[in-house]
C-alpha cells in the first residue's frame, strides 16, 4: 500500500515531465535519422511481427534469467562448487542481453505515452537501464574473481528489478500500455445493414455502427473493407485516419492496418486489428462476423447473390 502511495505520487511528479521531453525527443530523433533501417527496427520491437507487444515477451526472459542467478548464486555461496558459478555467469549474461533488447524495446514503446504513464515510464526505463549496468559490472567483477562482490551486486540488482518490475505492471495494469485497446470480443453477430452503398465514397474512411460496434468501411475499387475503429495502439479514431497502399493509417502515432485483413503493416501497434465481413443486400452495406482473425469475407459490391457466393468461396479480399 505505501509502495503503491509511491508509485502514485510519482505519476504526479510533474518535474519528471522535463527530464521526459528530454529522452523522449532523443528517442524520436534517433529513429528518424536512421530512417527506414530505423522504422524496420522499431517495428521488429513494438512486435508487429509477433501480432504482440515484444517488450513484455523479453521482459519475461530478463526476470527468469536473473531469478536462476540469484539460485546458482546462493548454491556458489553455499560452497556448491564451480559449476554453479558457471551456470550463474551464463544466467546472468543472458539475462543482460535480454535486458538490452528489452531497454531498447521499452524506450520504443514509451516514445508514444504522455502525462503519467509517461512519468512512471520514465524512472522504470531509468531502474531498468541502471540495473543492466549494475548486472554488467557483476559480470565484470566475477571474471576477475571477485565473485562474492559479484554476487552481492547482482542480489542488490536483482532487488531493484522487483521494484521496477512492480512499475512495468503498472504500466500494463493502470494506464494500459501495451494492451490491445480495440474491443476485441465485440463483432456483430450476423449481418446488419449500415449504409445506403450508393452513399460510400470511393477512398474516404467512414465510421459507422454495426450491432452497437463502431466500424471503420472504405471503399476501394469493387471492394468494401470493415474493421474495428478503434486502433489498437492507444485507441486513435482509424476513420479519421488516411489511406496508403492498400492499408488505413491511424492518425494519432501512425499505424498501419492492412485493410484486407487488419494485420498490422507498421507500428506501433502490435495487435491486428478486427477486420468484418461485408456484403451488399438490396442496396445497403451489411456488415458481419467475419470467419476468423484476418479471415474476412469482403463481396463485390453490387455482386448478386450467386457471385456472392461464389466470392464466399475464393480467398478473402
Ligand atoms: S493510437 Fe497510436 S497508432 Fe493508433
Redesign the pocket.
Known sequence: MIFQQGVDALARAEPLDRPADGLQGWVRRAYRAAGRAGGRLANALYGTWLGHPFHPAITDIVVGAWTATEVFDALDALGEGSVSARCADVSLLTGIGAASLAVLSGLTDWQ?TVVRPRRVGLVHAIANISITLLQGASLALRLLGARRAGRALSGFSYGVLIASSYLGGEMVGKYRIGVN?APVDQVPQQFVPVMAERDLPENQPLRVEAGGVPVLLVRQGDRIYAMHAI??????P?PQGTLVDGAIQ??????RFDLRTGRVVQ???SFPEQCLATRVREGQIEVGPPAGLGRCRHEPAGATVPEAAQAVAAPAG
Open positions: 508514444h485497446r486502433c489498437t495502439h492507444l485507441g486513435g482509424l491511424c492518425p494519432w502515432h501512425g499505424s507500428g506501433p501497434a
